[in-house]
Antibody, heavy 121, light 107 residues
């Protein structure tokens, strides 16, 4: 059974940094691209970033480009999101999601339960 | 970026009704579109991929169609467990983008 478990969320002040992690199990991690998708409670879904199986292709949403960095460790079966210069508008539930394919341009076929990031002074 | 516009933003229908949701892309995305269902407090779940293909295990009352810029998602006979928000998502170009969602309520 595929399991994706996010961690690292919490309360952070505007302008500060936070690093999210996603521990993956139940599938061959380095066969799949991985993504971060966020959702403000009560609002819609926003793709944040994706990384291909070998980190050869990486993409970011416009609102986080230059501030967030996605990475992965295929030995530890883990996905990360380094979030710098956080803004109030980054406050959301952050989901880790698995791509059906090895790249970052297909669909999300498994999701974690999410980790909540609160940005407030 | 490709903008995805869903309509309506919400609807209310009775059990057994046929429900149709529209998703329009701001440019031609061929058939590079998926549909997800999200229930309150849960992560989204894939229902339809590549515009019209039913994901394994998804009931056949769900279907999708369209290509280019205009897509539809249909529930042929609405069930009480279908109360949820439905999202379309394009993957023709990065950044991946979602529609704003359609909340389906049961009368």
């Amino acid at each position: 059974e595929v399991q994706l478990v996010e961690s690292g969320g919490g309360l952070v002040q505007p302008g500060r940094s936070l690093r999210l992690s996603c521990a993956a199990s139940g599938f061959t991690f380095d066969d799949h691209g991985m993504h971060w998708v966020r959702q403000v409670p009560g609002k819609g879904l926003e793709w944040v970033s994706g990384i291909s199986w070998n980190s050869g292709r990486i993409g970011y949403g416009d609102s986080v480009k230059g501030r967030f960095t996605i990475s992965r460790d295929n030995v530890k079966n883990s996905l990360y999101l380094q979030m710098n210069s956080l803004r109030v508008e980054d406050m959301a539930l952050y989901y880790c999601a698995k791509d059906r394919g090895p790249g970052i341009s297909y669909y999300f076929d498994d999701w974690g339960p999410g980790t909540l990031v609160t940005v407030s002074s | 970026d490709i903008q995805m516009t869903q309509s309506p933003s919400s609807l209310s229908a009775s059990v057994g009704d046929r429900v149709t949701i529209s998703c329009k892309a701001s440019q031609d995305i061929r058939n590079c579109l998926h549909w997800y269902q999200q229930k309150p407090g849960k992560a989204p779940k894939l229902l339809i991929y590549d515009a019209s293909n039913l994901e394994t295990g998804v009931p056949p009352r769900f279907s999708g169609g369209g290509s280019g810029t205009d897509f539809t998602f249909t529930i042929s006979s609405l069930q009480s467990e279908d109360a949820a928000t439905y999202y379309c998502q394009q993957y023709d170009n990065l950044p991946l983008t979602f529609g704003g969602g359609t909340k389906v309520e049961i009368k």
